[in-house]
């Protein structure tokens, strides 16, 4: 039997695997704040030790710049490897324009039987069930404001716009002294910052804890929110009188901004999300 020939090339294709592959995708880091990655690592090789894991990254840049595989490329290599089923589980917070492009490279591969699970914020339960967690970081009336810094869209025909506006207007209904913004798109941070000056809140509160609602608080948190040139979040609040501060964690003898992935609550809710999808895998 030639190994080149018919026969030969169809006794080497693996046999399909009865499990899924379970990947994990993140936007990634081109930053030091790693350490999050890790923590999520340790615990899927806890949990799901039964399972092969893969990860995959949805930034283009990053995947270019740190030789890092894409989703498509890592549904390719689970398909080459025999799985027939697949769990992606997005360590994403919001479903915007990123949750939608995995829905659709998830489509390329009509021979997988993709189950997309859910991002961090995909259900108002799962928004409420979160700041049930953070508040416990929530500076209290007497002694502060607090500015929830989102990571917010460029684009206006997003529909995850709604989610950022639905959840400015949560966070002020429910909270005395607490704001949202976005880095980019709505809540609009100069506006968010025209009411504070407006209302002289910085008269009011003396402080202002920002507190990042990112998965990974790296380049956005250092540069974005609290950065030392004029455009930064810290450096705007400062000059209208305020004192802020962003909350830092130490991992691994380091110290890095407080992103949700610090929270074992978050960790766990995301670990719920994968464990349901598994669920569907094993009826579908």
């Known amino acids: ?15 399909l695997k009865e499990r899924p592959a379970i990947v994990i995708v993140t936007f990634g880091t081109s930053s030091r704040a790693k350490g999050p990655l890790k923590i999520f690592q340790q615990q899927l090789e806890k949990l799901f030790f039964e399972y092969e894991i893969f990860w995959a990254y949805s930034s283009n840049i990053i995947c ?5 595989p ?5 549904l390719a290599q689970v398909e080459t490897a025999g799985f027939r089923k697949v769990i992606v589980q997005p360590l994403h917070i ?6 939608q492009q995995m829905a659709e490279t998830c489509e390329f591969f009509p021979g997988l039987r993709v189950f997309l699970s859910e ?21 209290q009336p007497e002694d502060g404001l607090n500015l929830l810094a989102l990571h917010g869209t460029l684009l206006t025909s997003d529909p995850v716009n709604i989610v950022y506006l639905g959840l400015e207007k949560l966070v002020a209904d429910l909270y005395p002294n607490v704001l949202a913004a976005s880095i980019e798109g709505v809540p609009d941070p100069d506006a968010v910052f025209a009411v504070i000056k407006r209302n002289n809140l910085a008269a009011k509160y003396k402080k202002i804890r920002i507190i990042p ?6 380049m956005h948190a250092e540069d974005d929110l609290m950065g030392s040139d004029n455009k ?3 450096t705007i609040l400062e000059k209208m009188g305020f004192s802020v501060d962003c909350l830092m964690v130490e991992y691994e003898n380091e110290q890095f901004f407080k992103g949700l992935a610090y ?3 978050v960790i766990s809710f995301f670990i719920d999300r994968l464990q349901r999808s598994l669920q569907l895998a094993k009826l579908y």
């Open 213 to 218: 609602m990112m998965y990974l608080a790296g």
């Open 119 to 139: 991002t961090l914020f995909h259900r108002w339960n799962f928004v409420k069930e979160t700041l049930a967690v953070i508040e416990s970081d929530f500076l």
């Open 263 to 265: 929270y074992p609550e």
């Open 64 to 68: 270019r710049k740190k030789v890092l």
């Open 70 to 74: 894409s989703l498509q490329t890592t």
């Open 94 to 99: 919001f479903p915007g324009t990123e949750y």
């Open 1 to 15: 039997m030639h190994q080149q020939g018919y026969i030969g090339r169809k006794m080497r294709v693996p046999a």
């Open 232 to 234: 930064s979040w810290r």
